[in-house]
């Protein structure tokens, strides 16, 4: 059964940054692209960023285009999600996703869409103050 289990969640100012952490545990990580989702108060679950198997390519929300980068680490079965400039609208509830895709290409992104993740993360939450 595979887990996930974030980190590295917190308070702080705008303008700030933060390092969070995604741990896998329970098949063959390299199966798996990799996604971190974010829900706002009052708001639908949405996309932030993906990530291939391979770890070469990435993919971003417009909202965090070059103000977040993610990165995996197939050997510790790690994903990071740094994340600076932050700003109050970046607040909620953020969530790893893992996708299983044994068959597909190893440097395909990570897909948009909720439903094309088969395991999620509890959530850790992030505020931003203003």
């Known amino acids: 059964q595979v887990q996930l289990e974030e980190s590295g969640g917190g308070l702080v100012q705008a303008g700030g940054s933060l390092r969070l952490s995604c741990t896998f545990s329970?098949?063959?990580?390299?199966?798996?692209?990799m996604g971190w989702f974010r829900q706002a108060p009052g708001k639908q679950r949405q996309f932030i960023a993906g990530i291939s198997k391979s770890g070469l390519n990435r993919n971003y929300a417009d909202s965090v285009e070059g103000r977040f980068a993610l990165s995996r680490d197939n050997a510790k079965k790690t994903v990071v999600l740094q994340m600076n400039v932050l700003t109050p609208e970046d607040t909620g509830v953020y969530y790893c996703?893992?996708?299983?895709?044994?068959?597909?290409?190893?440097?395909?992104?990570?897909?948009?869409?909720?439903?094309?993740?088969?395991?999620w993360g509890q959530g850790t939450q992030v505020t931003v103050s203003s």
């Open positions: 996703a893992a996708d299983f895709d044994p068959l597909g290409s190893r440097d395909n992104v990570g897909r948009t869409t909720e439903s094309s993740y088969d395991y």
């Open positions: 329970g098949d063959t990580f390299t199966s798996f692209r």
